[in-house]
């Protein structure tokens, strides 16, 4: 089946950091999506990229759809203490299934 | 407000009693999702439903199950087969293929077997 790789696991990094977390899939895909969930929370969604070398901004946060349509990164520009929580990437492939390929997640810590 | 809402947002079951889930959304969405997070894990899926009446198993539906008798609603039940129930459960409702995809989660159930 198809299978997302997101690295890093983990982040440390002090207030006023910029961050990158980033996404490859095995297989190519046709959305790729970016949550963040804070503890105990449902993930909520903060980029959704349509398009092969899409570039989207939201605020702080900038992705893209990588040229491949098999990654995509996250970054994250001059990081504040409630960047903190845990983010997702997630793709949905070529296959017409509406499912949906959620990495393990990024685990974001902020030091202020 | 549209959204999408799960109840309740904590849950304690003794071993071997079923029990269900509450997923209800107001967004008009056709296809609907239940997921499940273990610690460290990433999400995975158990059932989803593209269409009233309809819903198919996703990778780990074992000892669970589904209905979706309306559009709105799309309830999970845990039942005594599932060998570990304790984890954190996601409802998600998206509007379909292609741009509108995006996937939109309740707040979470939080299950634990005592």
């Known amino acids: 089946g198809q299978q997302l790789n997101q690295s890093p696991q983990s982040m440390f990094i002090q207030e006023g950091e910029d961050v990158s977390m980033n996404c490859t899939s095995s297989s190519i895909f046709n959305t790729w999506l970016w949550y963040k969930q804070d503890p105990g929370e449902g993930p909520v969604l903060l980029i959704a990229l349509y398009k092969a070398g899409e570039l989207t901004s939201n605020g702080r946060l900038t992705a893209q759809f990588g040229i491949t349509r098999k990654d995509s990164f996250l970054n994250i520009s001059a990081s504040i203490p409630s960047d903190v929580g845990i983010y997702f990437c997630a793709g949905q492939g070529q296959g017409g299934s509406e499912k949906l390929v959620f990495g393990k997640g990024t685990k974001l810590t902020v030091n202020p | 407000d549209g959204g999408i809402t799960q109840s309740p947002k904590y849950l304690f079951r003794k071993e071997g009693q079923n029990v269900t889930l509450s997923c209800e959304q107001n967004l008009n969405h056709d296809a609907m999702y239940w997921y499940r997070q273990d610690p460290g894990q990433g999400l995975r899926l158990i059932y989803y439903s593209q269409i009233v009446n309809d819903f198919q198993k996703g990778d780990i539906a074992e000892g669970y199950s589904v209905s979706r008798e309306k559009k709105e609603s799309f309830p999970l039940t845990v039942t005594s087969a599932q060998k570990n129930p304790t984890a954190f459960y996601l409802c998600?409702?998206?509007?379909?293929?292609?741009?509108?995809?995006?996937?939109?989660f309740g707040q979470g159930t939080r299950l634990t077997v005592v």
């Open positions: 998600a409702s998206s509007k379909g293929r292609g741009p509108g995809t995006e996937a939109f």
